[in-house]
């Protein structure tokens, strides 16, 4: 059987560092842990579980921590999480049975990581991240922020999901700082760097200079597929901020010009034309989302929602508009299959309801 080292970036996790490292006992077989400058108890919760818990000076570079972290290890594979990460009860065996059985041939294992919830719990959204990565100084973080090592040699995909239980608020300026501290210095912005700093300038309001960046993103030959698709919904974002609703529309379609429509972007499309009472040309794209497959290995942010249950409520609002409540209350009945307890949908069944009275 394959060995693993767990390595960890921490910094004032007190409160969640041992909800994770308990989440893993037992299934690593070494935890490196790389402290960047704690001042609360977050060391010495660490030094509980490992030994191996280092000190790294911070340089505003997370490829530069995790990297150290890393170097550090000795087992086949590096399993990397952060402090508020776990794996829940639920994935524990499929952790297990997948080190059992990985083939020492692979190089990297992608895992779903579960990022967003809806009010029942429920996982609303969610992609996949390398996770195990072979050992080796060929495998190595880049990007001072939104780190990541790029998929190469023999890659898998796991069924085991990674889950981010986030119990307090990060920096909401942190990212944003440091992109501009590489800008300040002159560094040029890989293609990956330059779409988050994009969306970081999304995220602060600043639409004009967010447009400007994914702009050039999207007109690069370089960058992922997947960053390009996000690009062009990112960017019509800041173009509906700035009130250039025909210029967001155009950014939602030139979308299609990468790969076959996803259900997000086509959820996207039915909410500008339903924006405009066009219910209509709103339902057709609402349509359009459901036929989309969902493709989790494709890499890319996947919202659960827009692969059912926003289509068919929205379906409801529209056909209900255009005077068919024979096919509203038919497609809440669907919107319910997926969210029956959801408050619109209990409030369109009674109004169904009521109608037959």
């Known amino acids: 059987m394959v060995t693993i080292s767990l390595c960890m970036i921490v910094r004032d996790e007190e409160a969640v560092l041992s909800r994770c490292l308990d989440s893993v006992l037992g299934l690593v077989d070494e935890i490196i842990i790389v402290d960047t400058g704690s001042i609360d108890d977050t060391k010495a919760i660490a030094e509980r579980y490992t030994e191996k818990v280092f000190d790294f000076e911070w340089i505003d570079d997370f490829s530069a921590a995790r990297n150290a972290s890393f170097e550090r290890a000795s087992c086949d594979y590096c399993l990397w999480l952060d402090a508020d990460d776990v794996l829940l009860s639920s994935e524990r065996e499929k952790f297990a049975r997948l ?195 969902r493709r989790d290995d494709s890499g890319g942010f996947v919202s659960a929602d827009a692969y059912g249950f926003l289509p068919c409520i929205q379906l409801c609002l529209c056909y209900h508009r255009m005077g068919d409540n024979d096919a509203a209350r038919r497609w809440n009945a669907l919107a319910a299959a997926y969210k029956p307890d959801y408050p619109a949908v209990r409030q369109n069944m009674e109004y169904f309801r009521s109608l037959r009275l």
């Open 99 to 293: 080190k059992a059985e990985l083939d020492s041939s692979t190089d990297m294992v992608m895992l779903p990581y579960h990022v967003g919830f809806d009010e029942r719990g429920n996982v609303s959204f969610s992609y996949y991240r390398e996770r195990i990565i072979r050992n080796s100084p060929d495998y190595r973080w880049k990007g001072a922020v939104h780190e990541a090592i790029a998929p190469a040699g023999r890659v898998i995909y796991g069924d085991c999901a990674v889950t981010h239980r986030k119990l307090r608020p990060s920096d909401p300026d942190r990212n944003l700082r440091i992109f501009e501290r590489l800008i300040k210095k002159g560094t040029a912005l890989e293609p990956r760097e330059q779409f988050y700093y994009g969306r970081e300038l999304y995220y602060h309001q600043r639409y004009a200079q967010a447009q400007t960046v994914l702009t050039v993103f999207l007109q690069s030959s370089d960058g992922w597929v997947e960053n390009k698709i996000d690009a062009c919904r990112q960017l019509a974002y800041c173009l509906y901020a700035q009130g250039k609703g025909s210029e967001a529309l155009a950014a939602l379609l030139y979308s299609f010009s990468y790969d076959l429509p996803r259900a997000e972007t086509c959820c996207d499309i039915g909410k500008h034309f339903f924006d405009q009472e066009q219910w209509q040309q709103a339902a057709y794209w609402y349509k359009r989302a459901l036929d989309c497959p």
